[in-house]
Antibody
């Protein structure tokens, strides 16, 4: 069974930093691109970033570019999102999601974690 | 960026009746080399993560009831729930994965 468990969320002050983790199991993690998607309170889904299966390439939404960095450790089946210069509008539940097709990011997201909540407030 | 729009914003349907949700992309998400539409539909119930229902515009995921169907091509797509059940109350999102950023529609809330 595919499982993904996010952690690292919490309350942080504006301008602060946080690192989210997503530990995956039940599939060949190293062969699938992975994504971060966030959802602000009461709002819709916003794609944040993607990292290739090997970790060599990433795509990042303009809203977080230069502030958020996506990485992965395939030996630990873990995805990361390093967030810095956090703002109030980064407040959201952050989900990790798995690409449905091996070795390509150009596919739907067929498995999602339960999410970790990030609150940016003073 | 490809902008995704959905209509209606919300709808209320009686049990056993049909629900239809429309999704439009600001540019075509049909990849001509493989004739596939890079369009998916997700269901999100309250307090839960999204669940993939349909990808490639019309391919139902394993385990998804056959009352859910997707159709359309290019820029216009539809999700149909043929006979609404109580457990289908949720917000439904379309998403394009043709190009980054992988944008989602704003969502359609379906109630009984």
């Amino acid at each position: 069974e595919v499982q993904m468990l996010e952690s690292g969320g919490g309350l942080v002050q504006p301008g602060g930093s946080l690192r989210l983790s997503c530990v995956a199991s039940g599939f060949a993690f190293s062969t699938f691109a992975m994504h971060w998607v966030r959802q602000a309170p009461g709002k819709g889904l916003e794609w944040v970033s993607e990292i290739s299966y090997g970790g060599r390439s990433t795509y990042t939404a303009d809203s977080v570019k230069g502030r958020f960095t996506t990485s992965r450790d395939n030996s630990k089946a873990t995805l990361y999102l390093q967030m810095s210069s956090l703002r109030a509008d980064d407040t959201a539940v952050y989900y990790c999601a798995k690409s449905a097709v091996a070795t390509t990011p150009w596919a739907a997201f067929d498995s999602w974690g339960q999410g970790t909540k990030v609150t940016v407030s003073s | 960026d490809i902008v995704m729009t959905q209509s209606p914003d919300s709808l209320a349907v009686s049990l056993g009746e049909r629900a239809t949700i429309n999704c439009k992309s600001s540019q075509s998400v049909l990849y001509n080399s493989n004739n596939k539409n890079y369009l998916s539909w997700y269901q999100q119930k309250s307090g839960q993560p999204p669940k993939l229902l349909i990808d490639w515009a019309s391919t139902r995921e394993s385990g998804v009831p056959d009352r859910f169907s997707g159709s359309g091509s290019g820029t216009n797509f539809t999700l149909t729930i043929s006979s609404l059940q109580a457990e289908d109350v949720a917000v439904y999102y379309c998403q394009q994965y043709y190009d980054t950023p992988f944008t989602f529609g704003p969502g359609t809330r379906v109630d009984i």
